[in-house]
């Protein structure tokens, strides 16, 4: 074959490679609303009362005071901090769990990367339970409070 021939042959095939390992990445990031556990039906779900002990024991350790730097810059120590978001802006969407990132991050759902908390993380923190995350689900559904 001729050399500029086998070279373009080559390129078209790394190319192949480039697009086909691209499209698996983004089958990892679809988010299925539907495969999230449902929002509680408690009504009045607020941070204080229901959220903050969650995120205390779950989140807290990374994300809050107690460590020197919060990872991604996000806080979830105060309602004010948690709707603030982190490095990539507000977390939730007011009124529409099914839409707010940290929702699908809970669930495992989307960039593994992006997963919360961690599945592997020093402290061992486990993945919330579809009860707490029927809970985050109802707080954010009914604004956020
Ligand atoms: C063991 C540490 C750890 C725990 C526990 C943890 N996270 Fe995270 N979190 C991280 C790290 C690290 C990042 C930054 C990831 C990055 O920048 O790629 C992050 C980023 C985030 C972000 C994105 C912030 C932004 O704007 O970039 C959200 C939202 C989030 N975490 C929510 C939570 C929630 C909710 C919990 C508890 C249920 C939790 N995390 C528990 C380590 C943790």
């Not at 078209?12 to 449902?38: G, M, N, Q, R, T």
């Not at 007011?94 to 593994?112: H, P, R």
Request: proline fraction near 8%.
């Amino acid at each position: 074959m001729h050399p500029m021939l086998s070279k373009s042959f080559i390129f078209i095939f790394v190319s192949s490679c480039v697009v086909l390992a691209h499209s698996a990445l983004a089958d990892d990031k679809k988010v299925d609303p539907k495969l999230f556990p449902p929002p509680a039906t408690k009504e009045g779900v607020t941070y204080a009362t229901d959220i903050q002990p969650i995120f205390e024991k779950s989140c807290y350790p990374c994300h809050s005071a107690k460590t020197e730097k919060p990872k991604g810059k996000l806080r979830l120590d105060t309602l004010e901090l948690t709707l603030k978001g982190g490095e990539d802006g507000p977390a939730l969407v007011k009124g529409d769990s099914a839409k707010s990132v940290m929702v699908a991050q809970i669930c495992y759902q989307g960039d593994a990367d992006d997963y919360m908390p961690p599945p592997k993380n020093k402290g061992n923190i486990k993945q919330l339970t579809k009860e707490q995350i029927g809970l985050i689900r109802a707080w954010i559904d009914q604004g956020a409070k």
